[in-house]
């Protein structure tokens, strides 16, 4: 899988746990296996990294969902960053690329972006 192939909208599986160190927050979390995340910006080849959002908050620490009351309150957008080439080892292209959110906030903040 080449980096290039990772695009804006697709949505991926997790195959293994996937640890994140929240860089705001100054904490990890782990986005669990069988997690699916969708794609929130292409990377740019000079990248080290993206931007996903999880599917699902079923097992799912609150910090990875989003909360637009609190991303209004400090002007803030939501996004987790990976790592490409940890994610790459970690994830799958999922065969059912349908986005559907189990958390309002998660929805219309993709009905926000994703008509950008």
């Known amino acids: 899988m080449k980096t290039q192939d990772i695009k804006f909208g697709q949505v991926w599986k997790a195959v293994k746990d996937y640890k994140i160190t929240m860089y705001s927050e100054h904490t990890n979390c782990v986005i669990p296996k069988g997690t699916k995340i969708v794609v929130l910006n292409t990377p ?32 803030e957008g939501f996004g987790v960053v990976v790592n490409k080439e940890y994610f790459k ?28």
């Not at 599917?55 to 969902?65: A, F, M, N, P, V």
């Not at 903040?109 to 008509?115: D, H, L, N, P």
């Open 89 to 116: 080892r970690r994830f799958i292209l999922d065969d059912n690329q349908e986005i559907k959110f189990d958390n309002d906030d998660a929805s219309k903040f993709w009905k926000e972006i994703s008509v950008r």
């Open 44 to 75: 740019v080849p000079e990248a080290i990294g993206f931007h996903i959002m999880p599917l699902t908050s079923k097992g799912i620490d609150k910090k990875l969902i989003p909360n637009l009351r609190q991303m209004e309150l400090h002007k």
